[in-house]
């Protein structure tokens, strides 16, 4: 008996322990606990204790709601699941929000899966107590375990469910008609459309038109929503009023959401009302007072675009998209320098070159690392309608100028679309513009920066071949292994180890090995050891290309060399790769 009640008296001895990260672990820990006991004692101990713990620090009563979530195979599967809501219950009414989000999720997943009858005697008696409890947060917890289980419940039940809800809708405090906004789009997709007309859409309108903008602004996803079953008549007569007053609010905040779900609210309510009312919308947003509503507004752009037709665009948006790009808020800029590349395939080849291309330049020109940095990596999109001769001749200089950026960010994004240009320019002319730019990289001050230029010639090399590699690159890779600075020589070494897996054996044999054993007698233990390294990873490279024989001279005395260096790095490195040797 003793060891049967052993794991649970552990647990009470963690729980109560003073240690929080003690306590924590307990918590995440009892579904191991719930396994050793089993079900029926779940059931009866453990989960009745668990209830009775809850008063602890903010950390530990989240975790338990977390864990109680997926705990419903510990007490014994679906049939004893309700048994889970009593400790839920009581943490979806505790003063931290978080927790009880958390209690929210876990109840609503555990609602989902219990049998009709449990939900008439179990979760339904809950969800009513929590909707009419004396605190606040008890009703706005209630409010997220409606849409969950609507359609589980009987029809008498979900006339009753209606009607509390509304309730809820109603309530005096602001916080719960905020969590009855949010989730009220949840609960009308759940409905028929007759109770969605008759009964929420009065309580949509009223939370629409509510004094606090807390609430207002978390009435679009239900605009959505209603939007999405309605007709456009319908959508017409009951929701275009709403919408047009959202537009125009006079909380920014209000205006924000609106503009953030531009797209999806055009979508759903319609071409008519898109005609007649969201075009001169959208344009109010772009040119909002507000940074924010523009920042939302701009990354809408493309999508808006593209369910109007194109000479719409370039009448009435172009002009807006042409002021946001020299917009005193930076934010503003970065977000249009994120989006304004997809407008490009919208409005097709002559008309990118017309309108967008300039607007390319100007973004790519302007003083805000972040917007230079959001222009270069969406580019792909414009070559693909206008073509790389086209954009190479506008936005090279502008490339070569930002290869060069302060912000090591920056030079980092123009690496990593060098291929990209490259596969597409052809070698002359990547040659003659690009090449001196590729080499200079190797030695910036910034690792990452060197890091990415050798896996950019990896893949320059994957383009125009080892013969190439072998001409251009190498020569010039092998002369920096002599340089005075030793960052140069380390960047020898890790070029060399990443162009070794895209090269041919006559490079290994040839240029590649001999390079790194002469640098294995650098004065510097950092490139000696890194020497080891690198031909560790040419072992597999060297056999599969039959130069076997370069394992047992150079490659093995060079490491045994290494392997009695006054260097502690250098002789583990080195005594690692001899072992990798005898194993192959």
Known sequence: MADDLYPIAVLIDELKHEDLA????????????????????????LIPFLDESIDDEDEVILALAEELGNFVEFVGGAAHAHLLLAPLETLSAVEETVVREKAVESTSKIGQI?????????????????????????????????????????????DDLRGLYGTLCKDETPMV?????????????????????????????????????????LTVEGLISIAEILTPEETKSLLLNILRNMCVDKSWRVRYMIAEKFVAVSKAVGADIIKEDLIHAFVQVLKDNEAEVR??????????????????????????????????SQHVRAALATEISSLAPILGKENTIE????????LLKDEASEVRLNIISKLDKVNDVIGIELLSQSLLPAIVELAEDKQWRVRLAIIENIPLLASQLGVKFFDEKLGTLCMSWLGDCVYSIREAATVNLKKLTEVFGYDWAKQTIIPKVLIMGQHSNYLYRMTTIFALSTLATVVNGEVLKDLIVPTLSSLAVDPIPNIRFNVAKSLEELIPLLKKNGLSV???????????????DGDMDVRYFAGRALTALAAA
């Open 114 to 158: 219990l049998s009709p009858a449990q939900i008439e005697e179990f979760y339904i008696p809950m969800v009513n107590r929590l909707s009419k409890g004396d605190w606040f947060t008890s009703r706005t917890s209630a409010c997220g375990l409606y849409a969950p289980v609507y359609q589980l419940a009987s029809p008498k039940t979900q």
């Open 295 to 328: 920042t939302a507004a701009s990354t809408q752009a493309p999508g808006f675009s593209a369910i109007i037709d194109k000479e719409t665009v370039l009448r009435e948006i172009m002009p807006c998209i042409r002021e946001l790009v020299s917009d005193s």
């Open 177 to 217: 008609r905020r969590a009855a906004a949010t989730n009220l789009a949840k609960l009308v997709k759940k409905l028929t459309k007759p109770h969605v007309v008759n009964e929420m859409f009065p309580l949509f309108s009223a939370l629409a038109q509510d004094e606090q903008d807390s609430v207002r602004l």
């Open 22 to 45: 003690l306590r924590l672990a307990a918590i995440k820990r009892i579904s191991t606990i719930a396994l050793a006991l089993g079900p029926e004692r779940t059931r009866d101990e």
């Open 550 to 564: 370069m394992l047992t001279d150079p490659v093995k005395p060079t490491l045994s060399k290494l392997c009695e």
């Open 355 to 362: 309108h967008l291309l300039p607007l390319f330049l100007l």
